[in-house]
């Protein structure tokens, strides 16, 4: 292995000079300490290295050793319930690497094993974790360990390659953060992932194995919608990496998420959680090399066919990550002072999601949803407008309605989904064969509404026609009913597809009947203080998951509250 000779220390960055060879991306460690950092350079006589910690101390004359390899993290079954830093070194207790588990083998002597196949589990708290094999590691099993307890760190069976190579196989395995794991092909993304969270699930859902953006100005309601997410979206391993948030809201999400309960199972949400935290006080070079570590951790589980939710909050302080060490180089800033190469990080990033068929045949997906942090909330700004090349959602949130007290406080007219359509025939199977005319309707609507606002705010709502006052009423309901939902409600922080579909159809049903009693001749005003449609903007609350009926009961007293009111209109026959 080659070594280097520190000559000048500039924050995170160092300039070396070379004894032997060094490769761009390779892994050194500095000489007498536990740093560990990165080439991003080689000269014939100088290398430029990032250090991944605290720099503070280091001086001319001292030794960078390499490793030979990549910058590399170690993955395995332990990851699931942690908590670590950016290169999945852990923040609380000991090393999860350095205990004895009880293993559970899977395959027997003689069997085959295909790369990604697991060969057994690793069993906690009655939680299975599969262990897979490599990528490019697949044979015939020559010995495996019986059931029974034994050091993570130790092989537990030999497979013998077609090479004829008798390779050690363990619980642990090694992986370079910059580098894609290999697939059989991706698949067309063909389902949305359920969120409970009506305003994405009905208008701008997100593919499972999809992109997602959610940008928002400062106290918009980026963290805790990624939290919900995290804790209502039917993802089986959730990934969330704090990436140069402030201490004190990262220390909010790890003293929260160990306290959480899945939903699903009755037992701590942690048990299917990985979380990464790299904080603004922490060494700038590893916040950049985080969200690298992040999705490589989420394309392990995928590669195990499980669905995986990678939340990264947020890639504007990964950008400015990329910004302090670009000026460290003394590159040629571009746009806003961020380095030319800020499009092709990003495009790196939100590319390694995809639903995929693995390397042993299953299915598996991993979907990136990244908080994104501009400046005053102006969405023109270079990490939004790049990312909104490369994501397929984008849920814009809105500073007026995040100070309306509207959650989630996603602007319906900012936001978009262009995998909308490819979803009709999901929710047409889920029993709704109307949506995608629904979410069609609901939106001009919204946008129908936005251009009247303009129009009370000079005239007064009383002034425009009828039927422009039926508009009105008809966006209120949609937003009061459908989009806007309560993190605190127990029936409402969670909407499944079948309470979604009873709601859109109650809704919808309210507007029609809306506009044919104005036809009719009923005032817009006593259609807009019909009691019913108190009871439907409050729907979400008041029924629970568990109570169809009363969708039904709902229903019924529409219908007679319509009836009643063209009765009492002498010429609505």
């Not at 953006?213 to 990934?239: N, R």
């Not at 690298?292 to 392990?300: C, I, L, N, R, S």
């Not at 590319?351 to 045949?361: F, I, K, M, P």
């Not at 309210?510 to 019913?532: F, T």
Request: include cysteine; proline fraction near 7%; hydrophobic fraction near 40%.
């Amino acid at each position: 292995m080659a070594d280097a000779v520190i000559s000048w220390v500039g924050g995170p960055i160092v300039h070396g000079r070379p004894k032997g060879s060094f490769a761009v991306g390779e892994a050194i460690t500095v000489s007498d300490t536990q740093l560990l950092g990165e080439v991003i350079r080689v000269a014939h006589d100088r290398i430029v290295a990032q250090i991944y910690g605290d720099t503070t101390g280091l001086r001319p004359g001292t030794r960078l050793e390499g490793t030979g390899r990549a910058l590399s993290v170690t993955l395995g079954p332990h990851l699931l319930g942690g908590i670590f830093d950016g290169l999945l070194r852990p923040l609380v207790g000991d090393d999860p690497t350095d205990r004895s588990v009880v293993f559970e083998p899977g395959l027997s002597l003689g069997d085959t094993i295909l790369p990604g196949q697991s060969i057994g589990a690793v069993v906690e708290n009655g939680t299975k974790r599969q262990i897979p094999t490599p990528p490019g590691l697949g044979g015939t099993i020559e010995t495996i360990l019986p059931a029974g307890t034994y050091p993570m760190a130790d092989p537990v069976a030999q497979v013998r390659g077609e090479d004829g190579v008798v390779h050690g196989l363990g619980m642990l395995e090694i992986w370079p953060i910059r580098r894609s794991r290999p697939i059989q092909r991706r698949l067309v993304p063909n389902r949305p992932m359920v969120t409970g969270q009506r305003i994405l699930d009905s208008l701008f859902p997100v593919a499972r194995g999809g992109k997602a953006a959610i940008p928002g100005g400062f106290g918009t309601g980026k963290t805790v919608l990624q939290e919900t997410l995290a804790k209502w979206c039917d993802a089986d391993i959730i990934v969330y990496v704090g990436c140069g948030e402030r201490g004190n809201e990262m220390a909010e999400v790890l003293h929260e998420f160990p306290q959480l309960l899945d939903p699903r199972t009755g037992r701590p949400l942690m048990e299917r959680t990985v979380v990464i935290a790299n904080t603004s006080n922490m060494p700038v070079a590893a916040r950049e090399a985080s969200i690298y570590t992040a999705v490589t951790v989420g394309e392990y589980f995928r590669d195990q066919g499980l669905h995986v939710a990678l939340m990264a909050d947020s890639t504007s302080r990964w950008a400015e990550a990329l910004r302090e060490v670009s000026g460290r180089l003394g590159e040629l800033p571009a746009e806003a002072g961020y380095p030319a190469y800020l499009s092709s990080r990003l495009a790196e990033f939100y590319e390694r999601a995809a639903r995929v068929e693995t390397l042993s045949g299953a299915e598996g997906s991993l979907t990136l949803i990244g908080a994104v942090s501009p400046p005053a909330g102006d969405f023109s700004e270079p990490v939004t407008s790049h990312t909104k090349r490369y994501v397929r959602s984008f849920w814009g949130l809105d500073r007026e309605r995040a100070q309306a007290r509207f959650y989630p406080a996603i602007h319906p007219l900012q936001s978009y989904s262009e995998d909308a359509e490819a979803f009709a025939a999901w929710w047409a199977a889920k029993g709704n064969d109307q949506w995608d005319a629904q979410r069609r309707m609901m939106l001009t609507l919204l946008e129908e509404e936005a251009r009247l606002e303009r129009m009370t705010r000079i005239v007064g709502k009383d002034a425009l026609p009828p039927s422009q006052q039926m508009v009105i009423t008809a966006a209120d309901l949609i937003n009061e009913a459908i989009l806007r939902q309560s993190a605190f409600s127990e029936n409402d922080r969670y909407c499944s597809p079948a309470r979604q579909t009873r709601m859109l159809r109650l809704v919808i049903r309210a507007i029609d009947l809306g506009n044919a009693a104005l036809e009719a001749g009923v005032a817009p005003q006593d259609i807009a203080s019909l009691p019913v449609l108190r009871q439907l903007k409050r729907m979400g609350e008041d029924i629970a998951e568990d109570d169809p009926a009363a969708f039904d009961r709902l229903g019924r007293d529409l219908e007679r509250a319509f009836a009643h009111l063209s009765e009492e209109v002498p010429h609505a026959s």
